[in-house]
């Protein structure tokens, strides 16, 4: 299997046209019983790239999921991530801020829970929501409580690509790398899958009206999508936009842009200088005794 991750990264300072990038590719498994031998390939490669991660202890993993509702992000961190060890990776959902939350800046409540060096961490949505349901629906932004002359500023939503940017750029300093994943959806799947979630009783739970009304602002979702896609992919912190109509091809996409990212890295287990080497001959003669 061979996958260029290129087809699916959006370029840094090029527009995003949703209409133009598949939402379905040509299959890269021949059958279900392939696509479990491929996936299992990879989540056993990113075991190994964990556990170096782990022990460098120099970097940290943050990899960011957004979409469209029933685009499969849950699907992808269980499948993908499914065979990395609990104690290296952390997962968050960010919904609807707290009250606390509100009372502080829009990068302070995911800031809070980065990775730690060593660590994979992920968001299953993320502070890019504030530039996406909060532009959609205005009336989540006036709740906030900022400023009249920040919600005046007629650049105001480049103004927080710009803070998301420079928080990334800042990350990326510090030994955290990024990786945004869009699920690129079409709204023809995406109703499918919402009346799966009725008619499969076992998915039953899944299902809220809700969803049905926020497919009313599809269109100004994809618009708000394609600005924050165009302004906030750069070289160290990318977007990529996954044909996600297809859950097990997107896994598998999804798999090698993360190996790619870890193999990027060029990790090795750490040698041991000669001071280490004599502590290690002073423990083996302790446990000798």
């Not at 009336?139 to 420079?166: H, M, N, V």
């Amino acid at each position: 299997m061979k996958i260029d991750c290129g087809d699916y990264r959006v370029l840094e300072g090029k527009a995003v046209e949703f209409a133009r990038r598949p939402t379905m590719v040509k299959p890269l498994y021949k059958s279900r019983k392939h696509y479990r031998t491929l996936i299992e390939e990879q989540i056993a490669e990113l075991a190994v790239q964990q556990s170096l991660l782990y022990a460098n202890n120099d970097h940290s993993l943050l990899l960011i999921f957004q979409a469209m509702d029933a685009a499969g992000k849950d699907s992808a961190i269980k499948h993908v991530m499914s065979g990395v060890n609990p104690q290296g990776c952390q997962v968050y959902s960010f919904k609807h801020p707290s009250t606390a939350e509100l009372a502080h800046d829009f990068l302070w409540r995911t800031s809070r829970c980065l990775p730690e060096r060593g660590q994979i961490g992920i968001f299953n949505r993320s502070y890019y929501e504030e530039v996406l349901i909060v532009r959609v629906q205005p009336e989540i932004l006036r709740s906030e409580g900022l400023p009249r002359e920040a919600l005046a500023a007629k650049d105001f939503w480049q103004q927080r690509y710009r803070s998301i940017t420079d928080l990334e750029h800042h990350l990326h300093r510090s030994g955290t790398r990024i990786i945004k994943f869009f699920l690129h959806l079409s709204k023809e799947e995406q109703r499918r899958r919402l009346l799966r979630r009725i008619d499969e009783p076992d998915k039953n739970w899944k299902a809220s009206m809700a969803d049905i009304e926020q497919r009313k602002f599809w269109k100004q979702y994809h618009e708000a999508y394609e600005a924050c896609l165009g302004a906030t992919s750069t070289m160290h912190s990318p977007w990529y936009a996954v044909p996600a109509d297809d859950k097990q091809n997107a896994h598998l996409i999804i798999a090698q842009i993360i190996l790619d990212a870890l193999k990027g890295l060029r990790m090795s287990y750490p040698r041991s200088d000669r001071a280490r080497q004599r502590e290690l001959q002073a423990i083996r003669k302790r446990l000798a005794k």
